[in-house]
């Protein structure tokens, strides 16, 4: 089903769509006011983009909006019918 | 991490990859075949057959967070961020002999280094990717334009001049008590609470087109700082056009008019002794009747006692100084630089856009010099206006009809109007564009960025509809919510190129690092040209912000407004400064 998912361009049409969504509501910006505010506290010589991700990672995963996650499950779901016609 | 890539200061390579790059000889080459772009604009990714579904060699997941693929023997493996996780990526370049440190990400064609755990970047290969992606097709003839080879970090010249503050030393203290005077008006008026340089204009008959786009001009901070510190100086202006001129029969400032006008007018003469009428502390209103007479022999078909459009005059005068300054001078300036007057410098800046063409990818790039941003409204619904059109044509892609059912529900913003002028745009069948690679017409892929920001930003909202089928004009009184605070990073040309090509050390936009520096990016709005009423009878007001309080010049009243009268009014032209040059500190001083 992922490989059917990719092989379509339905993966990425949604990443499009999800990536479109979160600049909208404004998680991207807030994403990066953190990040800031990490490189700013550790230095900007002395962080990785790895020590980064793992410290944004869970911060962001909480704060996406219930609507864009429900919009996607949506989105994700018709996919599912219409793939399995 | 460098946050500034564009501006060229690139980051120290790691030691794995100044390492790989000294024992292979040609250490990207097996990746350029690999190379995929999606269909013109998108972004780079790697795959070694363009069906391919990139897997994990180890653990065989197609889809984690980030797929790398070794440079050096092409096996591809997952990474997980968390320092304590496993991670495949990290085991393969540990496992390996020296050498495999340095994967290229599958899916955005960016360089990693697995043992440093960070984004590394190299020249060389930033290079070969935008290439790639700039001429997707490697048959082109033509070497892409937009591409100006690497610049060695030098070139990055510091135009900056670092502040020093002055204070006068016995001398010029001396000179500055001899040579001015107190200006009047100072105490015991009762308006004296109101900040210097507020005085309303008269109107001189269906003049508040006039008078509204002079009070935003007149409270400009550049334009402002221009003509109060004497750099055009009207008696010294005149001398020497009577110089040049017929030699001396006309008086110092009124007289001469009539004799050769074309010599005499000088709209920045005007503007200057406007300044100094209303900076002079005298609060009864003012009649620009010299600067209308100038105006109107500058530009003789608007000549008339009629009502006129407040943007085509802004344009006009910001025309008729520079005009008047390049014939003075005879520099052969280009109007692009915008060093060539005082109206260029404040106002101009320069647009980017970019055609690409759907059949082939080859991209055409122009910059256009622009002394303001005119935006269209966001359609709404039902609306069939030519905009709405265009865009239900390409509503057939989900992206972009995503983006417009996110537009059309709430209120209208500035902010969504420069998306929209910055958005990549599909020109449907009937407008193809021809493509110099392809030799046809084609459809086409257009994006406009802001290559330049200028020092103060005008928008105009584009109130007024001329439809020429209907052989109609209306105007669109529909709100426009705009911010008081803007960022104008996210329509840089740097920005949108960024997007469009990923995070790369690669010189996109040249010799112009500082355009797109963070600092010049946000503005702070000063003045708002508002429109009530009708196509043919309306009222042109201004709010001017001062000291951060609103002040609504309506022709010759002046008084002190809520911001939240100033939100909710009606704008037709906004103008926006750079927040450097935003003193809100000396304002308030200066009005104390």
């Not at chain 2, 044509?393 to 902010?415: F, I, P, V, W």
């Not at chain 2, 600092?519 to 912000?545: I, M, N, P, Q």
Request: aromatic share 8%; proline share 5%.
């Amino acid at each position: 089903m992922a490989v059917k998912l990719i092989e379509t361009g339905e993966k990425e049409r949604l990443m499009e769509l999800l990536r479109e969504r979160l600049v909208d509501c404004g998680w991207k910006d807030e994403m990066k006011a953190l990040c800031r505010a990490v490189v700013k506290k550790k230095g900007r010589n002395n962080v990785t983009v790895d020590e980064l991700v793992h410290v944004i990672t869970p911060k962001g995963r909480a704060s996406v909006p219930d609507t864009i996650k429900a919009e996607l499950l949506q989105r994700i779901r018709t996919f599912l019918v219409s793939a399995a016609l | 991490m460098s946050p500034k890539i564009n501006a060229q200061i690139s980051p120290q390579p790691c030691p794995h990859l100044a390492e790989f790059r000294r024992t292979s000889t040609k250490p990207f080459l097996a990746l350029h075949s690999c190379l995929r772009i999606k269909p013109p604009g998108g972004r780079a990714a790697l795959r070694r057959d363009p069906d391919e579904v990139p897997r994990c060699g180890a653990c065989g997941l197609s889809s984690p967070s980030r797929l790398y693929a070794c440079v050096t023997c092409a096996a591809v493996s997952c990474h997980s961020t968390s320092a304590d996780d496993s991670s495949h990526a990290a085991v393969h370049a540990a496992s390996m002999p020296p050498g495999h440190q340095i994967a290229v990400d599958v899916d955005r064609a960016e360089l990693f280094c697995c043992a440093c755990r960070d984004q590394v970047y190299d020249r060389d290969f930033d290079a070969a990717v935008v290439i790639a992606q700039t001429a997707a097709s490697t048959l082109g003839a033509d070497p892409p334009p937009a591409i100006p080879s690497s610049h060695p970090e030098n070139l990055r010249k510091k135009r900056r001049v670092d502040y020093r503050p002055w204070a006068p030393d016995l001398r010029e203290r001396a000179l500055i008590g001899s040579c001015s005077g107190p200006i009047a008006g100072d105490a015991a008026d009762p308006s004296q609470d109101l900040p210097r340089g507020l005085r309303g204009l008269n109107n001189l008959g269906n003049t508040c087109f006039m008078n509204s786009v002079l009070q935003a001009l007149l409270h400009t901070p550049p334009l402002r700082n221009y003509f109060l510190s004497d750099r055009h100086n009207r008696f010294f202006c005149q001398k020497r056009n009577n110089g040049d001129g017929d030699g001396g029969a006309a008086g110092k400032r009124n007289g001469g008019n009539n004799g050769n006008k074309n010599a005499r007018i000088c709209l920045a003469c005007d503007m200057d002794a406007m300044f100094s009428a209303v900076f002079s502390g005298d609060r009864v209103p003012y009649s620009p009747a010299k600067f209308l007479y100038s105006w109107w022999q500058h530009a003789a078909n608007l000549a008339s006692y009629e009502q006129q459009d407040a943007h085509e005059f802004f344009i006009s005068m910001l025309d008729g100084i520079h005009e008047k300054v390049e014939k003075g001078r005879r520099e052969p300036d280009s109007e692009g630089n915008g060093d060539c007057c005082i109206a260029h410098k404040v106002f101009s800046g320069i647009l980017r856009s970019d055609v690409t063409c759907m059949a082939c990818g080859f991209t055409s790039t122009t910059y256009d010099p622009c002394i303001d941003i005119s935006l269209d409204l966001e359609p709404n619904q039902g609306v069939s206006n030519k905009t709405a059109t265009a865009t239900s044509n390409h509503s057939c892609n989900g992206e972009a009809d995503c983006m417009n059912s996110s537009q059309y529900c709430g209120t209208s913003t500035l902010t969504g109007c420069l998306k929209r002028f910055t958005r990549a745009e599909r020109l449907g069948a009937d407008q193809k564009f021809f493509c110099r690679q392809c030799q046809v017409r084609q459809e086409t892929l257009k994006q406009m960025s802001i290559r330049k920001l200028p020092l103060v930003s005008c928008f105009h909202i584009k109130r007024f509809e001329h439809s020429s089928t209907r052989k109609m004009s209306r105007k669109v009184d529909r709100y426009l919510q705009f911010p008081f605070s803007l960022d104008m990073s996210p329509y840089l040309s740097s920005t949108i190129l960024r997007s469009r090509f990923g995070n790369r050390i690669f010189p996109f936009d040249g010799d112009e690092p500082d355009a797109s520096d963070e600092l010049c990016s946000e503005f702070e709005l000063f003045a708002v040209v508002t429109h009530t009423g009708k196509l043919d009878a309306g009222h042109y007001v201004t709010y001017l912000r001062l000291s951060n309080r609103w002040y609504k010049c309506d022709d010759a009243w002046i008084t002190q407004v809520d911001e939240n009268i100033v939100r909710a009014a009606q704008c037709y032209m906004m103008f926006y400064v750079q927040k450097m040059l935003y003193y809100k500190a000396t304002d308030k001083q200066v009005a104390s």
